[in-house]
């Protein structure tokens, strides 16, 4: 979802607010010792289709000046009969150049990291909620990427998505 709004008092300044919601699906499963990583996943704005800001300059048109983060757990299910544990350590979404095979230049994405926490349980989805707000700009850059691609680091899930 997408909404202008004008910034107060003056309103002099266009800004643009965009909402992702869904869920990412994976297939983790830890047993011990308790394990922490790192997922990450594109933020898209239709099935295989991810925005391309033009600046990480939150000063100039397209940069991003506030941003907030929701994650939830989704499915789990224990995988042993002993203490387990399932917790969202951390979240935050930022812009970070990526690679796309038939795509020219390292374009800046919006890129949902989610540090988990599991100690003998499997984890099937979590589940977000973003809002971004940016900087005015006129026109911005919607691409398809190639099927199965994922953001660069992290543990990337499969069938995230964007797949």
């Not at 990291?113 to 349980?121: A, D, P, V």
């Not at 909620?129 to 700009?137: I, S």
């Not at 953001?151 to 995230?160: R, Y």
Request: charged share 15%; aromatic share 8%; proline share 7%.
């Amino acid at each position: 979802m997408r909404h202008w709004i004008n910034q107060a008092p003056t309103g002099d300044e266009r800004l643009l607010l965009e909402v992702y919601t869904g869920w990412v699906q994976c297939d983790i499963g830890f047993v011990v010792p308790t394990q922490h990583v790192t997922m990450k996943s594109y933020l898209p704005l239709a099935p295989g289709t991810v925005r391309f800001y033009s600046t990480k300059d939150s000063s100039k048109p397209g940069g991003i000046t506030q941003k907030t983060v929701v994650t939830s757990l989704g499915g789990v299910a224990p995988t042993e009969d002993e203490a387990n544990i399932f917790a969202v350590d951390s979240a935050d979404v930022n812009l970070e150049e990526q690679s796309f095979a038939g795509i020219a230049g390292s374009p800046l994405c919006l890129v949902l990291s989610t540090k988990l926490g599991l100690l003998n349980c499997h984890m099937f989805n979590y589940t977000y909620t973003v809002q971004v707000v940016t900087r005015g700009e006129p026109t911005f850059t919607e691409k398809a990427i190639p099927t199965g691609q994922r953001p660069a680091g992290g543990a990337s899930p499969e069938g995230g998505p964007v797949g």
